[in-house]
Structure formats: structure tokens, C-alpha cells
């Protein structure tokens, strides 16, 4: 999700504000009293005071107003608020914005879900050599650990489309690397990005094959094979 996106949600309202800060103001650098101090100004915002004083701000709070003023001007220098000059029929105002804040939680949760992404992928890939010692029998040799490595950090392979060409091999009966990264191949050179699209360029391929072979020959021909039924 694009974080300008993200915020311009935030300020629409369709994003629920005081749950997100309840769950992140920790790992934005915030303590209570700030939290508590921007829940404030979000209140006063709401009932139309873009601008509230810090003695306004302090009488709902257990601060002093000297106390909130030290607080406003901390959020401020931490980029974590800032005071806007507005005019509205030739009148000029200041309100408080919180627009940095919430570029700042959009970056965290952004951040976040990279991580979680990067946790999904790491388990597919330990995933993936675990399925392909077990189709082989034995340990991957460095080589072929190397040659795993490349389809998914060099050519961009999704490990799904990796588990794919494993079974197309398989069911080829020729279960060897080369096949496979020949599989993979073709499957990129034709545009294939899903398995449901190799699905079909491949069953496309054998009866392609099968309609090329003489009709007297009594070899027999491969089956098409769905490798997507577990």
C-alpha cells in the first residue's frame, strides 16, 4: 500500500486513528503523555478547534500548561507535529496538523508488512529445499542448493512456479536440475507468472506433441498430468 495512499485515508477517517496509535505510539518513539496529548488535540480538532491552547489541552490532562507547552514543542521538533498558517475569507489562522505523524505510522506499518512478507518468503524457501530432498531422496548437493539459490534471488522465480516445474519433472521422469531450470525457462520466455498459467502452457505443449507423433507408433504417450491437485 502506497504510503500517500495510506495517509490521505488516515485523514479521510476511513482509518481508525486512536486503535492505530493505541497499538504503534511505542514504536514511533512516543510516551503516554504524548499519545495522550495528540488524542487531545484529535478531540478538539473534531469538535472544530484546530488550534487549542496548551492551557485548553492541560485542563484535560494531569499536566501543567507549562508541562503541555514543553510537550508540543518536543512533538514538533520530532517531526512528529507541526503548526500549519491557514486564511479563510482574508483571515489568517494557525491550526495544528498531524500529517508527519501519520506519514510516520504509515512508514511503521509499511515496514511491518515488509517484514511479515520477507518472513512468508524465507519459510517458502526453506520449504522449498525441504520438498525438492524429499522428491530427490537425498541432501542437495552444493550445486544444486546454488542453482535453487539463483531461480529465486537472480531470475525472480516465484517458489510456487519452482514447486510446479519440480512436479513436471517428476512426472516427466527426469528429475534433474537441468530439466527443471529448462522448464523454468520456457515458462519465463512465454510470460508464464502463475502456476495456473504454466498449468496450461504446459498441457497445451503434450497435446501439441501428441498430435505431432505418427499414428501408427505404438509408443505411449505422456499423460497430461495436473500438478496442481495436491
Not at 58 to 86: D, G, P, W
Amino acid at each position: 500500500m502506497d504510503q500517500d495512499m495510506m495517509v490521505s485515508w488516515i485523514e479521510a477517517g476511513t482509518i481508525q486513528i486512536p486503535v492505530l496509535l493505541m497499538q504503534k505510539y511505542r514504536s514511533l518513539g512516543l510516551d503516554e503523555k504524548e499519545l495522550s496529548l495528540i488524542l487531545q488535540i484529535l478531540a478538539y480538532k473534531e469538535k472544530g478547534n484546530v488550534f487549542p491552547t496548551p492551557e485548553q489541552i492541560a485542563e484535560n490532562m494531569t499536566i501543567t500548561h507549562n508541562e503541555c507547552s514543553s510537550i508540543l514543542r518536543k512533538l514538533v521538533q520530532h517531526e512528529m507535529l507541526k503548526i500549519e498558517q491557514q486564511s479563510d475569507k482574508g483571515l489568517g489562522f494557525d491550526q495544528y496538523s498531524l500529517t508527519p505523524l501519520w506519514y510516520k505510522l504509515a512508514e511503521e506499518m509499511m515496514k511491518e508488512r515488509k517484514q511479515d512478507n520477507f518472513r512468508n518468503v524465507l519459510e517458502a524457501e526453506q520449504d522449498l529445499y525441504t520438498i525438492f530432498e524429499n522428491e530427490f531422496g537425498r541432501p542437495l548437493s552444493p550445486m544444486e542448493c546454488e542453482s535453487l539459490a539463483m531461480w529465486i534471488d537472480h531470475d525472480g522465480q516465484d517458489p510456487t512456479l519452482i514447486k510446479a516445474a519440480l512436479k513436471e519433472a517428476v512426472m516427466s521422469n527426469t528429475l534433474n536440475f537441468r530439466y527443471i531450470d529448462r522448464i523454468l525457462f520456457e515458462w519465463k520466455k512465454n510470460g508464464i507468472q502463475t502456476v495456473e498459467q504454466a498449468k496450461i502452457h504446459s498441457s497445451k505443449f503434450r497435446q501439441k506433441t501428441k498430435a505431432s507423433k505418427p499414428t501408427h507408433s505404438t509408443s505411449k504417450t505422456m499423460p497430461v498430468y495436473n500438478w496442481l491437485e495436491q
